[in-house]
């Protein structure tokens, strides 16, 4: 079963507006990890948050994780055209190995 | 960041052939990992493999439809068996240590 549940499902915005996404998880994780995916293409890795972080900044990311909620969210600021793509929230939980559980994911779109 | 790359990028089969998609990457790793990705769905892992031992399934996947080699520390391949229309998925694999895909095999089964 899926572990992160993403929301909204889709985000449809204007370019430069911000976009945030939420992530919700269900068990204790080791760290959280954010990935890009443009059109049924492979994923591309965006950042990873560990658990004892609370705030991670990348470019115009920035990735917020609170253990408590067992949520995080994705911000991404000034968005642009080509920001439109599908965002999975994933964790690494502890089974001894890391393997990732994928959340179902935001479509956003950022229009012109 | 690590280069990952998988052959083929699509492919066309039809029901019940098979096919075999490798992946390499670019520095050795215990622990690869080969994912599904159903049409607009998220991604399933399927299983993690080791080298030097079989790989180790996650529930509803079974090494007869979906047998894994795992032969050096850069190599992996997952061969999907007597397909179906159901198979047709984008099939991803990935590596250990922040987990960088592969850009992924889109196959469309017939």
């Known amino acids: 079963s899926q572990q992160g549940e993403e929301d909204p499902q889709a985000l449809s915005i204007q370019e430069g507006e911000n976009a945030t996404m939420n992530c919700s998880y269900k068990?204790?994780?080791?760290?959280l990890q954010w990935y890009r995916q443009n059109s049924g293409r492979g994923l591309v890795h965006l950042i990873l948050?560990?658990?004892?972080?609370r705030e991670k900044h990348s470019g115009r990311l920035r990735v917020t994780l609170d253990t408590s909620k067992k949520s995080s969210s994705l911000l991404i600021t000034a968005s642009r055209a080509a920001d439109t793509a599908s965002y999975f929230c994933?964790?690494?939980?502890?089974?001894?190995?890391?393997?990732?559980?994928f959340g179902k994911g935001t479509m956003l779109l950022v229009s012109p | 960041s690590a280069v990952i790359s998988q052959k083929p990028s699509r492919d066309i089969c039809q029901r019940g052939t098979s096919l075999t998609i490798q992946c390499q990457v670019d520095?050795?790793?215990?622990?690869m990992f080969w994912y599904r990705q159903q049409p607009g769905q998220s991604l399933t892992l399927i299983a993690t493999?080791?080298?030097?031992?079989?790989?180790?399934?996650e529930s509803g996947f079974v090494i007869d439809k979906f047998p894994i080699s795992r032969p050096n520390l850069t190599f992996s391949t997952l061969t999907v068996s007597n397909m179906s229309p159901e198979d047709s998925s984008i099939y991803l694999c990935s590596r250990e240590y922040e987990q960088f895909f592969g850009p992924g095999t889109r196959l469309t089964v017939l």
């Open positions: 994933a964790t690494d939980v502890f089974s001894g190995y890391s393997t990732l559980t």
């Open positions: 948050i560990r658990s004892n972080e």
């Open positions: 520095s050795q790793v215990t622990m």
């Open positions: 068990t204790s994780i080791n760290n």
């Open positions: 493999a080791n080298q030097g031992s079989e790989a180790t399934y």
